[in-house]
């Protein structure tokens, strides 16, 4: 069974169709929960952009799972795999239909957002156990609405942190586009700039849209998929 373990800010496991997937795997930021070296059995790594608590400890990470592979935007997932020494563990993508990887469909979409390597993006990772939409760091913007009607999401996992990215306000408004049965709040708390409150977030949905159901994870929790 697929199951979504939080390593707190924007640093997710997710267990999808057998596989396992890390997306911007930053686990030694102040709120740490798990060393690098005990993440093990990794397939696949996805990174939604170039900013450091993104990246994050993906090349640790990488090293230690020799099978595994960096899955990113075309620029990002070459400059990663360079950094590895093989250009072979790089698969680099690009914004629009998905990427097929193994059974799994891998779909970048915009972020609003910067990047200092690739363009800023979101990512859809879909198996059969579910969809689930991280949207990386992104401020809102219309385009949520239609990446919900495309790909209709299961799960999104949004940034509610404000500053960088959206607040609770922005984010209860996109999980007002997306759609998605579930929404995780993430990208809070890291820092004392990222104020956004979950318990806010997950109050302003239940306004807005009554009929997501809003999971807070803390760092090192696992949620079951159950939708
Ligand atoms: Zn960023």
């Given at each position: 069974?697929?199951?979504?373990?939080?390593?707190?800010?924007?640093?997710?496991?997710?267990?999808?169709?057998?596989?396992?997937?890390?997306?911007?795997?930053?686990?030694?930021?102040?709120?740490?929960?798990?060393?690098?070296?005990?993440?093990?059995?990794v397939d696949y790594v996805i990174l939604?952009?170039?900013?450091?608590?993104?990246?994050?400890?993906?090349?640790?990470?990488?090293?230690?799972?020799?099978?595994?592979?960096?899955?990113?935007?075309?620029?990002?997932?070459?400059?990663?795999a360079e950094k590895l020494g093989d250009?072979?563990?790089?698969?680099?993508?690009?914004?629009?239909?998905?990427?097929?990887?193994?059974?799994?469909?891998?779909?970048?979409?915009?972020?609003?957002?910067?990047?200092?390597?690739?363009?800023?993006?979101?990512?859809?990772?879909?198996?059969?156990?579910?969809?689930?939409?991280?949207?990386?760091?992104?401020?809102?913007?219309?385009?949520?609405?239609?990446?919900?009607?495309?790909?209709?999401?299961?799960?999104?996992?949004?940034?509610?942190?404000?500053?960088?990215?959206?607040?609770?306000?922005?984010?209860?408004?996109?999980?007002?586009?997306?759609?998605?049965?579930?929404?995780?709040?993430?990208?809070?708390?890291?820092?004392?700039?990222?104020?956004?409150?979950?318990?806010?977030?997950?109050?302003?949905?239940?306004?807005?849209?009554?009929?997501?159901?809003?999971?807070?994870?803390?760092?090192?929790?696992?949620?079951?998929?159950?939708?």
């Open positions: 069974m697929g199951y979504i373990k939080y390593y707190g800010h924007s640093a997710f496991e997710l267990y999808l169709d057998s596989k396992k997937i890390l997306i911007d795997p930053w686990l030694t930021h102040p709120l740490k929960v798990e060393e690098p070296s005990n993440v093990k059995d939604t952009h170039g900013h450091d608590d993104h990246i994050g400890d993906a090349l640790d990470i990488l090293k230690n799972n020799p099978k595994a592979k960096v899955v990113a935007i075309f620029e990002l997932a070459n400059y990663i250009p072979g563990r790089g698969i680099g993508a690009n914004m629009g239909g998905p990427a097929l990887l193994d059974g799994l469909k891998v779909a970048f979409v915009p972020a609003n957002h910067s990047s200092p390597i690739g363009e800023p993006t979101g990512v859809i990772v879909m198996g059969n156990e579910a969809k689930v939409y991280h949207a990386g760091d992104t401020g809102i913007m219309s385009e949520m609405e239609l990446i919900g009607k495309i790909y209709r999401p299961d799960i999104a996992l949004l940034p509610i942190g404000g500053h960088f990215t959206m607040d609770p306000v922005e984010a209860a408004y996109a999980t007002e586009l997306i759609k998605p049965k579930v929404a995780i709040p993430m990208h809070y708390k890291t820092f004392p700039v990222l104020y956004g409150n979950p318990e806010e977030f997950k109050k302003l949905v239940n306004e807005r849209v009554p009929n997501v159901k809003v999971v807070v994870l803390n760092p090192g929790d696992t949620w079951k998929i159950d939708l």
